[in-house]
Each structure stands twice: as structure tokens, then as C-alpha cells.
């Protein structure tokens, strides 16, 4: 178990990194209700599991070559910025991508947690380093390497689960035009990642 709380902790301090998914997750859970945040949640440990077992496969070493990063950053920047674009525009009632309002069931929410965390391929270069890193520091085995990837997605689990009840709780407390004025906020502050993301550096 020693391993799996090596992770988790590992984890929650990769969290504490805010980033775009747990702003959509505070917002939908604001707008929503914690339910549907949840399964925002839930999409996203999920795809980092996946992200995280590519890079154990060597997937990472595909990223690697110079345009393939390239064509990655593009795609997943310009999904950033239209996601953005679209929560920013909802707070004025405007469907800047009609389909995608954020505002719906879970299962649609789902699939846009799914979108969302996807939209960011150069995940699995960052996990395969860690993973490698972690290997020669701690001459993991396999097995130790799969107890310690479990407790990073727990992480996610755990924290994001976190922010959704955090941004239920405060819906009550929340006026309208706060709320269209948060939504304003985290739809800048999303497509700003997406813009940063591709303007990073490699």
C-alpha cells in the first residue's frame, strides 16, 4: 500500500496545479449540480488512466518527433479555446457551438469531460517522464508501478470530487449575474490555456 499512498500524495500535489479541467468541473458542478459534475469526473480519471498506461506502453516516445508535438499542441489548443468560447458565450445565452453547451445531461457531460481531457495528447510525454523518472529513482517493478499509477488517479478522483461538491455547495449562495460573470471567467480563463498551450515552447 506504501506505494499506492506514494502516488496519491504524488497526485494531490500535481492537482494543486489548477488547470482547465478542474475549472470546468467547479463550473459545471455550479451550474449542474454535483451529479453531473461527477461524471465530468469521472471521464477524466478515466482518461488519465488511459493516458497513463499509453505511456507505460511507450507511447510517449511518439511524441517525441517534432511534428507530431506539433500537430498534438494545435489540436488540443484549438479544443480549449472552443470550449472556452462556448462557456463564455452561455453566460449570455449565445450556442457559439450548437450541441455543446455544457448546461445538459450527464452522459453529454460525460463525452465532453471525455473531449476535454483528451484534448491535451502531450499528457502521456509528461507521464511517460514521471513514470520513468519514478522507475529509476525507486526501481519500481511492474506491479509497483501499477499501485503507484492507481494512487495518481485517485488523486484525480479524489480532488476533483472535491471541487464539484465545493462548487454545488456554493450554487446556493451564488446570484445570477455572479454566476454568468464566473462563467465569463472560466470560459477566458480555459481558452487562455488552450492559446498558452500551443504558444509554450517545447
Do not use: H, R
Not at 52 to 62: D, P, R, V
Not at 124 to 148: C, H, N, P, R
Amino acid at each position: 500500500m506504501k506505494k499506492y499512498f506514494d502516488g496519491l500524495k504524488f497526485g494531490m500535489l500535481l492537482q494543486l496545479a489548477i488547470g482547465p479541467v478542474c475549472l470546468m468541473v467547479f463550473n459545471t458542478a455550479k451550474n449542474t449540480g454535483f451529479l453531473n459534475a461527477f461524471s465530468l469526473v469521472t471521464a477524466v480519471a478515466l482518461v488519465d488512466a488511459f493516458y497513463i498506461i499509453l505511456a507505460c506502453l511507450g507511447a510517449s516516445k511518439l511524441l517525441e518527433k517534432e511534428n507530431v508535438k506539433k500537430s498534438a499542441k494545435a489540436v488540443g489548443a484549438l479544443i480549449l479555446v472552443i470550449f472556452g468560447a462556448n462557456i463564455m458565450f452561455g453566460a449570455f445565452d449565445i450556442s457559439f457551438i450548437p450541441g455543446l453547451s455544457i448546461q445538459t445531461d450527464a452522459k453529454s457531460i460525460f463525452i465532453q469531460g471525455l473531449i476535454l481531457t483528451l484534448s491535451n495528447p502531450l499528457t502521456i510525454a509528461f507521464w511517460g517522464s514521471l513514470l520513468t523518472a519514478k522507475i529509476i529513482e525507486d526501481s519500481m517493478q511492474k506491479i509497483d508501478l501499477t499501485v503507484f499509477s492507481a494512487g495518481l488517479v485517485s488523486a484525480t478522483l479524489f480532488f476533483l470530487t472535491g471541487v464539484a461538491a465545493l462548487g454545488s455547495v456554493l450554487n446556493s449562495f451564488i446570484t445570477e449575474a455572479v454566476s454568468k460573470s464566473l462563467n465569463v471567467i472560466v470560459g477566458v480563463v480555459i481558452a487562455y490555456f488552450g492559446i498558452k498551450m500551443y504558444l509554450k515552447k517545447s
